[in-house]
């Protein structure tokens, strides 16, 4: 009925929105730990591992300003979490 132009299939095994799909080039077949929020903006956890980093981050800023509020442990600690996720998601976008 369509062609592949109308379709918006390219026939190279990726979609028309930049991201590999399943099987084609540039799959590597492990999901991201973070991804684009369907709604709202930024990045959230899609998997448990993404789920993990996040817990453990929060546990980290929540004991920190449980002991060290206003020191600057606790602003090494708030930076450091904040960093983290960054590192993730800056790594897994390649």
């Known amino acids: 009925m369509f ?5 918006g299939d390219t026939g190279s095994g990726e979609s028309g929105f930049g991201s590999p799909l399943p099987g084609g080039p540039g799959f590597t077949g492990k999901q991201p730990w973070f991804g684009p929020k369907q709604f709202g ?3 959230g956890p899609r998997t448990w591992q993404g789920f993990l980093v ?4 929060a546990a980290a800023v929540i004991i920190a300003a ?4 206003g020191t600057p ?3 090494g600690v708030l930076i450091a979490a904040v960093a983290v996720h ?5 790594v897994q976008r390649r």
Do not use: E, M, P
């Open 3 to 7: 062609s592949d132009r109308q379709s």
């Open 41 to 43: 903006f930024g990045y």
């Open 54 to 57: 996040t817990g453990l981050s």
């Open 66 to 69: 449980t002991l060290a509020r």
């Open 73 to 75: 442990w606790f602003y």
């Open 86 to 90: 960054v590192v993730i998601i800056a």
